[in-house]
């Protein structure tokens, strides 16, 4: 670890506090594991009644030891933890291992975890924790957790100690291993971002596996998962928070269509990792990073001994998002070369009993198939994998086989994803070790090809620079004045006056272009109180829709403004907000009045280039309805690209903006023209009270 973290990964002694020679306590297992470095580091064990502890003896107190530990692990009660961290500290400690929980409760005394922070760091020590699980380290044999771990090549940061030690059960089922595990607990000190820094040196860190519930430094964050991007080991992420809870707070409807973990998913994507939603998915995907090349496109073939199984993994890879397509001529003739007369050359490819009779057709189907360049991975689905557990004579014959597809992945820099009927056996074994992933269900195989194939499209460019603003809303503004700051940055409007009186209303329809629109520019949600005017024929109708919608919405600003009437349009939304974890966001989806039913949006970190914009538009299962589905003329979605790059610098360099909106952008084929604009101011910080405002409250208080 760097510096001040290296006590967290190889100290050169450990004292364990609150040891026990109980199997049932924690104590008992920290104390054990710690043991098993003691060739490598001093162990001292800390347990009040002296107690002999596998046969290792205690002392009674940190007071006891000759020498200063450099690492304690407080397991002891959390009323004793205070007094046990000042007499550490006055010893010399360097870090302390948080394992228990509730210290401000037991204490009775609200913040004193923080304050415990504070004293550590003031004496230049570090604290992980306090409620973790513990740290495992497999280079340094640092082993102070609950549980066991196998070594290996993935790392888990964890701010659920439980949720951490499933992934890791998990990972030890699929003969996946771990070079380190840490459970954050609190963060009172270092922090998941910190732990993050200092995996990208870690070597023997090859994936990493991110499981939080809060982001508190989220854009340092993306700057750290991008660095681990860069330095070869891939970021996959877990979170909670897609439930509805989560959108109930926002004003617009920019908010109420995503969730918390859209933004993290944004973050995913500007930082080059990615997000999936469970820990099978996580342990899944992570066998297609350790070593296989990443998909470079969505195109798949597949190579299945059951017509049956190759049909159902073309169903279930096109469910997924990803291709399959046939294989050219050329292609399926040197296949046809391979196969038995009958078999399917087409994709998928059923070999059609010619595996069982040469194992060898599997390797060379698989090679055809890389080198013809016209899939991006290869699945080979159904019985290989289990030819030598079945019939232990044809062992050596399928681990030669395996030895030939793993050539071929090299030689082609294009991976081949094995779906095996065997869950485990050394058929298997020896596929994951020659990186060729092998996964037991066509369903973990397809989601996790289509997982690494949206991680290798990614090429972790962070979002820019943005200004400081807070995660609040506060006042709303005027139509006006919002549509004023959105044409600033070069979104197009139509033409538009405010009307203060009946007269002046008819005296302003004269001077734009009919039909015209009324608004009630003073309220967010215009259409929902009847709010809008459209199609008014003349200046006449325009001025008795002012009388009628100014008697019944009241006092306000109304807005008349030229309709935009051209035919063949689309309507977006475009909005921005800003998330309290990474800042600025943008959204861009299918818009109108049913844009929350649909909830076709995409989502970045902002700012964005056009070009960024224009990829996320193409994202959106509404797409065809922008290229001209069913005769309607194709719309130009370069100049809603624009829209969407100008709002996402909008809420990015203005630090009063907390949230910003266009719905509907219209887009048609000669450009894109909004037609509403929400804007939400964030509060004001309170102003310093003057010094006769100070001196009024001190005389009030006497």
């Not at 306090?130 to 940061?157: H, K, M, Q, R």
Request: proline share 5%.
């Amino acid at each position: 670890m760097s510096a001040d973290l290296r006590v967290f990964s190889d100290p050169r002694s450990v004292a364990v506090v609150g040891a026990s020679a109980d199997t049932a306590k924690w104590g008992y297992w920290i104390a054990r594991g710690a043991l098993r470095g003691a060739h490598r580091r001093q162990v001292h064990l800390v347990n009040a009644k002296g107690a002999v502890i596998e046969g290792t003896p205690s002392v009674r107190s940190l007071g006891d030891l000759d020498t200063a530990p450099e690492l304690v692990v407080l397991c002891a009660p959390a009323h004793t933890v205070p007094a046990v961290v000042d007499e550490a500290l006055a010893m010399g400690a360097k870090g302390f291992l948080g394992i228990t929980a509730h210290i401000d409760a037991a204490n009775g005394q609200p913040g004193l975890e923080q304050e415990l922070a504070a004293r550590i760091r003031a004496a230049g020590a570090r604290i992980v924790g306090p409620n973790c699980l513990g740290i495992y380290d497999a280079a340094a044999e640092l082993d102070l957790v609950w549980g066991s771990f196998t070594p290996g090549e993935v790392a888990i940061v964890s701010q659920s100690g439980q949720l951490g030690l499933e992934l890791s059960g998990l990972a030890a089922h699929a003969g996946l291993g771990i070079s380190r595990f840490v459970s954050i607990g609190n963060q009172v000190d270092v922090t998941a971002r910190d732990l993050l820094e200092d995996l990208t040196h870690h070597e023997s860190t090859r994936v990493v596996v991110l499981y939080l519930e809060s982001f508190a430094e989220g854009r340092e964050l993306v700057s750290v998962l991008a660095r681990l991007r860069e330095a070869g080991k891939p970021v996959i992420v877990l979170t909670v928070g897609a439930s509805d809870a989560s959108r109930s707070a926002a004003k617009s409807h920019t908010g109420a269509m995503t969730a918390s973990t859209d933004v993290v998913a944004a973050a995913c994507a500007a930082a080059g990792a990615v997000l999936v939603q469970t820990p099978v998915q996580a342990v899944d995907l992570a066998h297609l990073l350790l070593g296989s090349p990443l998909p470079q496109g969505r195109r798949v073939a597949i190579v299945s001994d059951s017509g049956g199984q190759g049909a159902l993994a073309a169903d279930t890879m096109a469910r997924d998002g990803l291709l399959v397509p046939q294989f050219t001529s050329g292609t399926a003739g040197r296949l046809a070369e391979l196969l038995p007369a009958g078999a399917g050359v087409g994709n998928p490819v059923d070999l059609a009993g010619a595996g069982e009779q040469d194992l060898t057709t599997y390797a060379r189907v698989v090679d055809t198939i890389l080198g013809s360049g016209e899939a991006d991975t290869v699945v080979l689905s159904g019985y290989f994998g289990c030819y030598g557990a079945d019939t232990p004579s044809l062992l050596d014959r399928e681990l030669s086989v395996i030895t030939n597809l793993a050539d071929s992945v090299q030689a082609h820099g294009r991976p081949v994803v094995v779906h095996s009927m065997s869950h485990d056996s050394d058929a298997v074994r020896h596929m994951r070790a020659r990186a060729v992933p092998t996964l037991h269900t066509i369903d973990a195989a397809s989601r996790s090809i289509a997982l690494a194939a949206t991680l290798a499209a990614r090429d972790g460019r962070q979002a820019g620079v943005v200004a400081p603003g807070g995660a609040r809303a506060g006042e709303t503004a005027g139509y006006l004045d919002a549509r004023a700051r959105l044409t600033a940055y070069g979104v197009s409007y139509p033409q538009a006056r405010e009307a203060t009186s009946p007269e002046q209303a008819l005296e302003v329809a004269r001077e734009l272009r009919t039909p015209l629109v009324l608004k009630a520019g003073h309220l967010e949600h215009k259409t929902e109180v009847d709010g809008v005017r459209i199609g008014i024929p003349t200046p006449e109708q325009a001025r008795d829709a002012y009388v009628e919608m100014s008697e019944r919405l009241g006092a306000g600003e109304y807005v008349l403004e030229e309709m935009d009437t051209r035919e063949g349009t689309v309507e977006l939304i475009v909005g921005s907000r800003r998330d309290s974890s990474f800042g600025p966001v943008v959204v861009v989806g299918l818009g109108g009045i049913h844009a929350e039913l649909y909830r076709d949006v995409a989502l970045a970190l902002a700012p964005v280039s056009a070009e960024a914009a224009l990829r996320m538009i193409t994202s959106l299962r509404a797409l065809p309805l922008l290229q001209g589905f069913r005769g309607r003329p194709v719309v130009d979605i370069e100049s809603a690209a624009s829209v969407v790059a100008a709002v996402s610098r909008l809420i990015a360099e203005q630090p009063d903006v907390a949230e910003c909106e266009i719905n509907p952008l219209r887009v048609g084929p000669t450009g894109a023209v909004a037609v509403d604009a929400l804007l939400v101011a964030a509060p004001r910080p309170p102003a310093e009270p003057t010094d006769t405002e100070l001196d009024r409250v001190k005389e009030e208080t006497r």
